[in-house]
């Protein structure tokens, strides 16, 4: 990696930290809560985390645009003219966040085309910034510690462990788990169920439940980079800058060698 490629990372990464940071005054305190047109909610810690990382990020790349959950994402005929752009969730978890719960993040992706090439994700509440790039791999920082590299684990097809969402599991899990008796599970709110796997900590999150590109794209880059793979139920890798916003049902796992498809049917 470049110097250059080293200093962005590392600003990415403070931006992130930055962000996070402003959520934290409202966190577990008394907080209005408001309903987006997609019914889904948004608070000021939202909004605030949203500020800081767009006027961030403009002023450490200001030929780049950036879209963020809580801006407006434009026509596809614009957006599809943007090689490279910045692809943000402010406040991944925020259903976690308003029950008090520690497990939201702050996600920044660098797109590339219809990939993420770099992503940031980082957990206010416990300071750590997990990130990863393809060539130099993933990474988790703690604060005021070394950064450690991440790598997936293979997978033992008798003892997996399949992470779920905590508010959007839905009956296609319970069904798939229904099928893997051997099988253990973690719940887990935001993109923290990615970084688990990247870690080698889990192995497979099954997602059918909608999502937007900005809920996945970081935690897919840190994942990717640490060996893993984000695919659709078709096997084809997930896209991003689509017509629509909206991810398709996906599968996240750490073990490429594993026929995860097969688990579907």
């Known amino acids: 990696m470049s110097q250059a490629d080293a200093a962005l990372v590392g600003a990415v990464c403070e931006v992130a930290r930055e962000a ?7 966190h577990r305190a008394p907080l209005a809560v408001e309903r987006k047109a997609d019914d ?3 608070t000021a810690a939202d ?6 990382i767009v006027e ?8 780049l645009p950036v879209l963020s959950e809580e801006s407006d994402a434009g026509a596809f005929a614009e957006r599809r003219r943007w090689p490279t752009f910045w692809l943000v969730d402010p406040l991944d978890g925020t259903k976690e966040f308003i029950k008090g719960s520690g497990e939201f993040t702050v996600n920044i992706a660098l797109i590339s085309g219809s990939e993420p090439v770099l992503g940031v994700v980082h957990v206010p509440v416990s300071g750590v ?12 920082l703690e604060p005021g510690q070394p950064p450690v590299a991440l790598r997936t684990r293979p997978a033992d097809p008798e003892r997996l462990v399949v992470v779920a969402s905590r508010d959007h599991a839905g009956p296609r899990v319970e069904a798939l788990l229904a099928r893997l008796p051997t099988a253990s599970t973690a719940s887990l709110g935001s993109s923290l169920k990615f970084c688990l796997i990247a870690e080698g900590r889990a192995d497979f999150y099954p997602r059918f439940q909608p999502t937007s590109e900005w809920d996945t ?10 060996g893993g793979a984000v695919t659709d139920t078709a096997g084809q890798r997930l896209a991003y800058n689509k017509d629509v916003l909206t991810n398709p049902s996906f599968l996240a796992f750490g073990d490429p060698r594993q026929d995860w498809l097969a688990l579907l049917a």
């Open 217 to 226: 794209a970081a935690a897919q880059a840190v994942l990717e980079a640490a």
């Open 56 to 63: 961030a990020l403009q002023r450490l790349t200001p030929a």
């Open 47 to 52: 909004r605030a985390a949203h500020t800081l």
């Open 40 to 42: 889904s909610p948004v």
């Open 20 to 26: 996070g940071r402003t959520t934290l005054p409202f």
């Open 129 to 140: 910034t997990y990130w990863g790039a393809r060539g130099p791999g993933a990474f988790r």
